[in-house]
């Protein structure tokens, strides 16, 4: 399973992709405000020299045309960008050009199977199903993740990947991989929640304490 961060904070970027773990990066217009960078592109483009996955970077217009001139602007800043378009009629003909012509789509704000289909016949290169939106409203996001997961295995001319977004906690992310989403986009604070469990630091501190009653170190040994 890949995992994507959710953020548009350079720093925090740098941070997990020290890691060695991360394998891409979304953003959104939300996202952009809260970094308070001042050039969108030039933001993007930072992203894209730290992180060498797939970087989304979101349209900010709704109609077709404006919408498709971003896109290609969007997608000349490097190879890994990822063009994200909403899933609307129009945000959907961009992405079938924009996916034709070779550049990689995520299409975004899916909350419905309907949905995911309709982006997987307009060539997305990543479907992104919103799990915690739909659980703020009664509605149990981890069954849509099931529905395309399980719709797109029937097809295989779908190359579409799930992308779950809108993740909230380590439990979005387990389930997730469970029902063999290919990737997930995670908020660096529940990404940093994956590491923990208590046991582990319990342990762990055990482990510190009797080791120091050995009277060894392991880099000074002979
Ligand atoms: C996905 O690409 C979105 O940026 C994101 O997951 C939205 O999450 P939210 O519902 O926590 O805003």
Known sequence: MKFFVDTADLNEIKDLASTGLL???TTNPSLVAQSG????IGLIEDICKVVKGPV???VAAT???T???EGQRLAKIAKNVAVKVPLTPDGLKVCKVLSDGGTMVNVTLCFSAAQAILAAKAGATFISPFVGR???IGQDGMLLIRD???IYKQYPAFKTEVLVASVRHPVHLIESAKMGAHVATIPPKVIRQLYSHPLTD???ATFVADWKKTGQTILDAA
Do not use: P, T
Not at 37 to 40: G, H, I, N, Q
């Open 23 to 25: 394998d891409g990066v």
């Open 37 to 40: 960078a001042k050039s969108f």
């Open 56 to 58: 989304s970077a979101e």
């Open 63 to 65: 109609d077709y045309a």
């Open 67 to 69: 919408m498709l001139k």
């Open 134 to 136: 739909l659980d703020d």
């Open 148 to 150: 395309i997961v399980e």
């Open 202 to 204: 319990k342990g762990l």
